[in-house]
């Protein structure tokens, strides 16, 4: 089944830096979806990108998508330490009449105050 | 308004016992999926609700485990003669309506550990 990657598996940065993660796909999507996932809790959506735009932003988020490249960006700016979680990126997969998430194992951000 | 809920948040059983994992989704939402979070891992999909249709079961790893949705309201995920690989976390998510470009609303998961 399909299923996106994040690159890196994890990233630590200092409070205030920019974060940037990838995500890489393997096959055509109607939209891709970032999740954030704070320890011990359950999964936040994000922002939701279509196949046919190119970049979205949303606060301090920023996502871009290169369906040639079947690849995504979340680029976190001016990074706080509240920001520090596991993000991931989904994409929808149509199974039996369900529009199921396919994820990735996410990169694991650490943000040093 | 209240999120997704779920329940037990945490629980512990011996191999072999059966377990029920409750899920209360968003009130007016009408998808419902659970998911299965092994350590360090991504989500798996196990089974999907929506509506009156018949459930999406494509994603379950064995017929030890089950699932049932009255209508629109609470889930619950069964699992029988538990094994030690079933420890995980169990995520179920709900969203507003079945079409790809809803965003899915997560619970805070259940974490089973099966001794």
């Known amino acids: 089944s399909q299923q996106g990657e994040e690159d890196p598996q994890a990233l630590s940065i200092q409070e205030g830096e920019n974060a940037t993660m990838n995500c890489s796909y393997k096959?055509?999507?109607?939209?891709l979806q970032w999740y954030r996932q704070n320890s011990g809790r359950g999964l936040v959506h994000l922002i939701l990108i279509r196949s046919n735009e190119r970049e979205k932003h949303s606060g301090r988020l920023r996502v871009t998508l290169d369906t040639s490249k079947k690849s995504s960006s979340l680029l976190i700016t001016a990074s706080r330490a509240a920001d520090t979680a596991s993000y991931f990126c989904a994409e929808p997969l149509i199974g039996a009449g369900s529009y199921q998430l396919t994820f990735g194992k996410g990169t694991k951000l650490s943000v040093i105050p | 308004g209240a999120g997704v809920s779920q329940s037990p948040s945490n629980k512990v059983t011996e191999k072999g016992k059966d377990v029920e994992l409750r899920c209360d989704p968003i009130?007016?939402?009408?998808?419902l999926y659970w998911y299965r979070q092994r350590l360090g891992q991504g989500l798996e999909f196990l089974i999907y609700?929506?509506?009156?249709?018949?459930?999406?079961k494509s994603g379950l790893p064995s017929d030890r485990f089950s699932a049932e949705r009255t209508g629109e309201s609470v889930s619950t995920l069964t699992i029988q003669r538990t094994q030690q690989e079933d420890s995980a976390v169990y995520l179920c998510a709900s969203s507003l309506e079945d079409y790809s470009n809803q965003p899915q609303h997560f619970g805070d998961g259940t974490r089973l550990s099966i001794l």
């Open positions: 609700f929506q509506g009156n249709s018949a459930p999406d």
């Open positions: 096959t055509s999507i109607n939209n």
């Open positions: 009130s007016g939402h009408t998808a």
